[in-house]
């Protein structure tokens, strides 16, 4: 296996700046900018986020993505807000903008559930402090900036226990093997989220305990987060890996021996049914047919136990444009029908490794609201 140039690949200018690791988002103290995903892996651009309406759009247009990093974006897009919001006359109109600003942010994508989730937590907190008659409007302000910015290390910290869970449960099941190899889809990694990622961080831990042989990454079309993004976290992190495309997933799973396929979500229903990047449901199929582990590694704040199954999860219907285009040139034959859906939904029974969460990995008949 060789890499692009038959030498030591080297990462783009601009990705190394002291960077622990590709940083999808930067914030501080009210100062909030993020990488534009749109021009990976070209160049490296922030651009800043200065309000909701920012965000929203940051986030529709994709130039954030991820479930959990459009979750941090969002909130931290209010917390932006709020700073600068001179202090509220009262907590009813201070929850009134809160709650006005979170439902908006709620609808710029519909499958994933963290943003939704934020929200109503967000939301909750804010109700229980306009009950409170000790905590005036300033100071509920400033618990509700708090609880928005606390988003940003609480998902690392996140990050890091699913890395570890899933790392440990991987290693466990393929006790007979030195090395692993693992297959994953979309992406996972630091670009979707604060840092260290959820299904890429359960590679990364791996990778950190010496125990990856080799990771097939899918080109994850017709986005392609996955030959932009994905593969250049793993070029970034030093990761054994193998690009190939999306129709290769069966024949690699035949002629590498792999052992798992780990992949993120964007939302899990209450019986383990999961939403995430088309292809997925795919590849737990092939997975299901070649005797090999399919994990799903997502923070809990992905699992919406409002929903009884797979079957009550919107998906969301990208722009044709996504799929008969590279860029700016035509690459399908015009007046072509298309059907582009973001997501697919994967039965609970096909995932056969398990629910790696920050709490430990789970069944998806153990799934309880904690
Ligand atoms: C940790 S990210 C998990 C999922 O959000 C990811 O696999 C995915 O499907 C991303 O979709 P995207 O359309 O890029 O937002």
Not at 170 to 193: E, Y
Request: with cysteine; charged share 20%.
């Amino acid at each position: 296996m060789t890499s692009e140039s038959d030498g030591e690949p080297s990462p783009p200018p601009g990705y190394h700046n002291g960077m622990a690791t590709l940083q999808a988002i930067k914030y501080n103290d009210g100062s909030l900018e993020i990488l534009d995903q749109l021009l990976l892996p070209e160049s490296c651009t922030y651009i800043s986020i200065n309000n909701v309406q920012d965000a929203w759009s940051a986030i529709r247009e994709m130039k954030v993505r991820g479930a959990p990093a459009i979750a941090i974006v969002g909130s931290l897009s209010l917390a932006v807000e709020l700073r600068k919001l001179a202090a509220p006359e009262t907590k009813k109109d201070l929850h009134s903008l809160v709650k006005e600003k979170l439902d908006y942010l709620v609808t710029s994508r519909p499958t994933a559930v963290n943003m939704q989730l934020a929200a109503e937590a967000c939301v909750k907190l804010s109700n229980y402090l306009v009950d409170k008659a000790s905590v005036d409007a300033a100071e509920a302000k400033d618990v509700l900036v708090k609880h928005l910015e606390a988003k940003l290390a609480n998902d690392i910290a996140d990050n890091l226990a699913i890395g570890e869970h899933g790392a440990r449960d991987i290693a466990k099941k393929c006790v007979n093997k030195d090395k692993i190899r693992v297959l994953t889809h979309c992406n996972t990694g630091s670009l979707a989220t604060a840092g260290y990622g959820t299904a890429l961080g359960v590679i990364l831990s791996l990778h950190k305990a010496n125990l990856v042989d080799q990771v097939y990454c899918t080109e994850t079309r017709p986005y392609n987060h996955g030959s932009r993004l994905t593969a250049l976290e793993l070029v970034y992190e030093k990761i054994p890996a193998t690009l190939i495309c999306d129709d290769m997933a069966a024949a690699a799973m035949k002629e590498f021996n792999i052992d798992a396929v780990i992949v993120g979500a964007d939302r899990v229903a209450a019986n383990g049914d999961t939403a995430n990047k088309i292809g997925t449901y795919q590849l737990a199929v092939l997975a299901k047919s070649h005797n090999i582990l399919l994990y799903v590694a997502a923070p809990f704040s992905s699992i919406d136990f409002q929903i009884p199954s797979g079957q009550s999860i919107p998906i969301e219907e990208r722009p044709h444009s996504e799929m008969t285009h590279t860029g700016s040139i035509r690459t399908a034959a015009a007046g072509i029908n298309c059907w582009n859906p973001g997501f697919d939904v994967t039965p609970a029974q096909l995932i056969t490794g398990g629910i790696v969460t920050e709490k430990g990995v789970f069944k998806s008949d153990q799934l309880v609201p904690v």
